[in-house]
């Protein structure tokens, strides 16, 4: 019975930190993890009846439907890839509560919750720069379609909403832990305060600061396309990318005018990477088709998305992901262009790979792996890529990210662009491969928390949606229909101030790290003085 009553608990946790990525609101995360805590309470408290490997399994068990209830739908492109990915971080997960849980068998109640939130902000904090990085369900996106609780992100990032989730469940933990006891009065007076502090503090700042917020800058005309290429039976011969094309240009056509400053177009619309060898774009039929977009419209420039690749003079000057053909040495790349108003471009090459599609995690040790990987169209493989952010320079002096996909869920890298000058965040991506699923909305939402973390306007072009205009507190200003054929167009502000959170980055977690390191220390000194 009492096997099944925790194996209860594990799942409704697991279902109650799925439902702010399933469209429920974010608050509901403020109570998703009791049901974990009094399992972790049992076991801390009989802990010499049961070894602390028995709570781990719960811990998995949580973590495993949370995992699959939100991040299913990467089986649309892989479905060995997507068992991979959520039993694998299901088990990183648990390995962290269960290190949190070990700690609490040691340490003092108080000491013991420390640890839990200081470990789990740095696994968060490692996720975001190791080599398998999947930051997707970092506690604090829960807040991404509540934008309105969450403007202080400006001075903390996705993490001070993990920090805050991870605090208030503990406090609310406690207090029902003291009312099961039927304590007096001081033993729920401190928990029950700070917890009415710690809920009302931020949601009045935040609320205060979304009414009082003016956007800032100087106006840009964007006009954002969404041409509904299906990925799943997308062609890549001359015909099926002249006609990607044509409808580009249509599409450009049916908003742009003469007032237009930019015009930006989905990730690797174009994918046959011979016709983009990067030193010989301007030979290239489709670049100077749209490089035309911008006599017509004088005030116009281009953002859009190509497969391209670079061919090295020798095997000396190539580097670990390039391939071979005839004797040379190329790499591919998942590139944003920029055709300016001139004529002559800028290219960004996509820094944050997806891992098993775009690249092989720790390559120079499984680099023998680099043929096997699922095929998702012309950017797939192992990728070459750049090592940081790079802006786009504007007609005007001012400067865009150009943020490739995937790369919009990694805040403190946007915060790099930022700190380059970039005033308007360009998001191009193609959210097809997962068909009309939680994926693309939850990618969507995401980037609403980089527009508050950066206060700066977002212009989304998803090959087939949701595009968007997103302003700097994270309004959906402007979208379109998911799966349909669509241009929007808007003004939109360009943003030259810095944040709190752009000018010192993930600092919660940096010292969550620092005292994760400690405690660890501490336990290893605790664990062999008492033995």
């Known amino acids: 019975m009492l096997r099944l009553t925790h194996i209860g608990l594990s799942v409704l946790s697991g279902v109650l930190l799925s439902l702010a990525w399933l469209g429920f609101p974010g608050w509901t995360l403020f109570f998703a993890l009791i049901p974990l805590l009094f399992i972790d309470r049992f076991y801390v408290e009989n802990k010499d009846s049961y070894r602390g490997v028995s709570f781990w399994f719960y811990a998995f068990l949580t973590f495993l439907i949370w995992n699959g209830l939100t991040t299913w739908w990467i089986a649309y492109a892989t479905f060995l890839g997507a068992v991979m990915a959520i039993v694998v971080n299901s088990f990183l997960m648990s390995l962290v509560w269960w290190l949190a849980h070990t700690a609490r068998r040691y340490f003092k109640s108080n000491l013991g919750y420390v640890a839990l939130v200081v470990f789990w902000i740095s696994f968060e904090f490692f996720h975001f720069h190791w080599d398998i990085e999947w930051p997707w369900l970092t506690l604090g996106n829960g807040f991404a379609n509540n934008i309105k609780m969450v403007q202080w992100y400006e001075y903390t990032g996705a993490l001070g909403g993990s920090l805050w989730i991870l605090t208030m469940n503990v406090l609310f933990f406690n207090i029902l832990q003291n009312l099961k006891k039927r304590a007096g009065f001081r033993p729920l007076f401190y928990p029950v305060t700070g917890y009415i502090i710690l809920l009302v503090v931020p949601l009045f700042y ?76 301007h030979n290239n039929f489709h670049y100077r088709r749209l490089s035309q977009l911008t006599e017509e419209y004088p005030s116009s420039e281009i953002i859009f998305g190509a497969t391209t690749l670079i061919f090295y003079d020798s095997k000396e000057d190539a580097t670990i992901t390039s391939r071979e053909y005839n004797g040379r040495f190329y790499d591919v790349f998942n590139s944003a262009i920029f055709i300016e108003r001139t004529g002559q471009n800028q290219i960004y090459h996509k820094s944050i790979l997806v891992n098993g599609v775009e690249k092989i995690p720790f390559m120079r040790y499984l680099g023998f792996l680099r043929n096997i990987f699922i095929n998702l169209g012309g950017a797939s493989g192992s990728l070459g890529s750049q090592n940081e952010a790079s802006v786009f320079e504007l007609k005007d002096e001012s400067k865009a990210a150009p943020v490739i996909c995937y790369e919009s869920v990694f805040g403190e890298y946007l915060t790099d662009y930022v700190k380059k000058g970039a005033e308007l965040i360009v998001i191009i991506t193609n959210d097809g491969w997962w068909k009309n699923t939680p994926g693309y909305k939850q990618h969507l939402s995401f980037a609403r928390l980089r ?31 998911w799966w349909a054929e669509a241009a929007i167009k808007d003004t939109i502000q360009l943003n030259d101030e810095i944040t709190f959170y752009v000018k010192y980055g993930d600092y919660i977690a940096r010292v969550s790290v620092f005292v994760s390191v400690l405690l660890i220390l501490f336990l290893f000194v605790r664990k062999k003085t008492q033995k």
């Open 206 to 281: 935040s609320f205060s600061r979304y009414a009082d917020y003016t956007e800032k800058g100087d106006p840009l005309e964007v006009v954002v396309l969404q041409p509904n290429v299906d990925p799943y039976s997308e062609s890549f011969d001359r015909a099926a990318e002249n006609e990607k094309l044509d409808k580009l240009i249509r599409l450009a056509k049916s908003k742009a005018d003469e007032s237009t400053d930019l015009i930006i177009g989905p990730e690797t619309i174009f994918e046959s990477s011979l016709d983009w060898d990067e030193a010989r774009l």
């Open 451 to 481: 527009a508050i973390e950066t206060r700066r306007s977002v212009a989304r072009s998803a090959n087939t949606g949701i595009s968007a205009f997103i302003n700097q507190r994270g309004d959906l200003v402007q979208t379109t229909e």
